[in-house]
């Protein structure tokens, strides 16, 4: 359990914030200059706030009413930079042990062999950090605060630098990260599809302030309190399990709680376990259940609610067998279909996107880590399905 | 005839000559590895410090560049000279001695030095990344560990060209050792000082000469060591 209660002037700028989180990621979501960096920065100990109290769990990091505050050093924060921050002067395999040897034996979970595998760094050990490309540097980096066996990570926008090719290169690992390792991650980014695909828990931050906080669904399906530019991003976050493949069509489908879906030939065994985000500007409403139509995805569910947003959209929240699908559609087609909270409806899904790996494949910190996920078993591509 | 003999009479060397070659060596030996320590402290505080009095204490450390070098030769005299308050103290209490002794000239030689030696360990200081510090930090090492693993490695090249810097220095001065502690053939006769005695005699010049050529091999092995190790720790600093 994380908590924090903070509030710190810095210039015209005050960070007034105050959320607790339990998950294994949550992610602090906000555009820039809304004091994510100021926030983490606060959480390892580099800026001291004016006020407040964080904790990690029973560890008290910082309690200004107690007059308490932890030096860097010894809060056990692993912190992952932006820009990798490794040691120029240093070998990988010294980068990587850097932490291990400030650790009381007795603290250290984290296996070198263990954490080099899980990160597939095992052939850039002998390397300098001015020979690697800027994928593996961060891989690296995040290798490093592992191995001080940290109880928090934090993330401070670590694939910000890095182009798509890289991005794709270091998700798996987060995930990995998120669903193998015994640490609790803070994880900040300005990226929603980022964070749809990684985090159990978000906390939406705008101007220095807690906006929303809660688990990743719950957050996404309320576009109004995502930033303006992301509003597109946002929608139902739901997780299903593999059910079949249809070799005819190579199509698979998956069993959600809101129905069953079909999408483009997943690499993946029936069974498994895997997120998948239908945004709400993909949703199309039908009062009827539509015929001619090329998509495969029709959902029946009933009107939640309807909330007008700024211009011409309107969110419609569709309950399909408990779960919610966001779609999101203009004013105009509220009138014109008479829409109203309890009347029955089909969404029609224009696309899905797929985050892989699901919540559900959590593993035991210390179990053997299953092979690196091979570039072309990866299903993430936000794929378009008509 | 021993190897330092042969030696002496491969370059011609007479036994005063040689005497202030190995005097000169030993004083600027002595004067950098003692000044070290100061060098890289004071660098430090005038790099990070933030602290009332800042620019006195930089002052006084530029202060022998500026000042002409018989002017701190004097203060020398009248601050550690034997009858001078720090002079006296040190006698008393350590034992220490500078007064017309080869550690007067070592001192005068590291005075003169210093500025150049906290000038360049100072640019380097300035120039570290201290988001590396930073990251350090994060990974549990406590301030003296993050200076000793990381600050230090990467401010090696400062610290090789400040002391050869001050070595330099240190082999060449003359006006405030002269001053300070005279000019005793064997224990304060140093290799600019027994090059300017031999001119003042009738027929000096040839040891002069001999002198002369000395200074200039051992500044080139001096230059030539530093570049080497600068490269050396330049690769141990990476691109940095």
């Known amino acids: 359990m994380f908590s924090l209660d903070v509030t710190h002037r810095q210039g015209a700028f005050t960070l007034d914030c105050r959320f607790e989180s339990a998950g294994r990621l949550t992610a602090l979501f906000g555009s820039s200059g809304s004091g994510k960096t100021t926030l983490v920065n606060i959480v390892a100990g580099l800026i001291r706030p004016d006020r407040g109290r964080v904790a990690v769990g029973e560890r008290v990091l910082v309690d200004t009413a107690r007059r308490l505050a932890l030096p860097v050093h010894r809060r056990r924060i692993g912190y992952v930079f932006q820009d990798a921050r490794l040691f120029p002067h240093m070998s990988v395999a010294q980068n990587l042990r850097y932490g291990e040897r400030h650790i009381p034996q007795a603290e250290r979970y984290a296996r070198f062999d263990h954490v080099v595998d899980l990160l597939g760094i095992g052939h850039l050990l002998a390397r300098r950090p001015e020979a690697l490309s800027g994928g593996e540097k961060q891989r690296v980096a995040i290798g490093r605060a592992l191995l001080a066996s940290p109880r928090l990570l934090l993330m401070d926008e670590p694939l910000a630098a890095l182009d798509e090719a890289r991005k794709e290169e270091i998700l798996p690992y987060v995930e990995r990260l998120r669903d193998e390792a015994a640490v609790p991650i803070l994880y900040v980014s300005h990226a929603l599809a980022e964070v749809s695909r990684l985090a159990t828990d978000m906390v939406v931050l705008a101007g220095g302030a807690v906006r929303a906080a809660g688990p990743t669904d719950a957050i996404m399906q309320r576009l109004?309190?995502?930033?303006?530019?992301?509003?597109?991003e946002g929608g139902a976050v739901l997780d299903g399990v593999v059910a079949s493949h249809d070799e005819t069509f190579e199509l698979t489908v998956i069993d959600t709680g809101a129905g069953a879906l079909r999408l483009p030939r997943l690499d993946a065994e029936p069974g498994k376990r895997v997120r998948i985000r239908i945004r709400a500007r993909d949703v199309m409403v039908a009062t009827e259940r539509p015929r001619g139509l090329s998509a495969l995805n029709v959902i029946e569910g009933t009107i939640r609610a309807l909330e007008p947003r700024a211009g011409a959209a309107v969110d419609a929240f569709i309950d399909c067998g408990g779960h919610t699908l966001v779609a999101r559609i203009t004013r105009q087609s509220e009138r014109l279909l008479d829409l109203r909270p309890g009347r029955p409806v089909f969404a029609v899904v224009k696309s899905i996107s797929f985050d892989r790996g699901g919540l559900a494949t959590f593993r035991a910190a210390g179990e053997a880590p299953s092979p690196a996920p091979a570039k072309d078993a990866w299903i993430a591509p936000p794929g378009s399905m008509d | 005839m021993n190897a330092a003999a042969l030696t002496m009479d491969w370059l011609g060397l007479g036994p005063q000559e040689w005497t202030a070659v190995r005097l000169s060596l030993k004083v600027a030996l002595w004067a950098v590895a003692a000044s070290l320590p100061f060098g890289i402290?004071?660098?430090?505080?005038?790099?990070?410090?933030?602290?009332?009095?800042?620019?006195?204490?930089?002052?006084?450390?530029?202060?022998?560049?500026?000042?002409?070098?018989?002017?701190?030769?004097y203060a020398l005299l009248l601050g550690f000279g034997r009858q001078g308050p720090l002079g006296s103290f040190l006698a008393e209490q350590f034992g220490i001695v500078f007064a017309f002794r080869w550690t007067g000239a070592a001192l005068a030689a590291a005075v003169m030095g210093f500025p150049l030696m906290v000038r360049a360990i100072r640019l380097s200081i300035e120039s570290v990344d201290r988001r590396l510090e930073q990251a350090a930090g994060t990974l549990g090492a406590n301030p003296l560990q993050v200076f000793l693993t990381v600050t230090l490695p990467l401010i090696l090249p400062g610290i090789l060209a400040g002391t050869v810097l001050a070595f330099a220095k240190a082999m060449g001065e003359f006006g405030a050792t002269i001053t300070f502690v005279s000019n005793i053939p064997g224990e304060t006769q140093t290799l600019p000082s027994a090059i300017y005695t031999f001119l003042q005699v009738p027929g000096g010049e040839g040891g002069a000469l001999r002198l002369t050529a000395v200074s200039v091999a051992i500044a080139m092995a001096a230059l030539v060591a530093s570049e080497?190790?600068?490269?050396?720790?330049g690769r141990g600093a990476g691109a940095g």
Request: no cysteine.
């Open chain 1, 224 to 232: 109004d309190l995502l930033p303006e530019d992301e509003q597109g």
């Open chain 2, 41 to 73: 402290a004071v660098a430090l505080l005038l790099a990070r410090g933030r602290f009332w009095g800042k620019a006195l204490l930089n002052g006084a450390v530029h202060l022998p560049l500026i000042l002409p070098p018989v002017v701190t030769g």
């Open chain 2, 228 to 233: 080497f190790l600068a490269r050396r720790a």
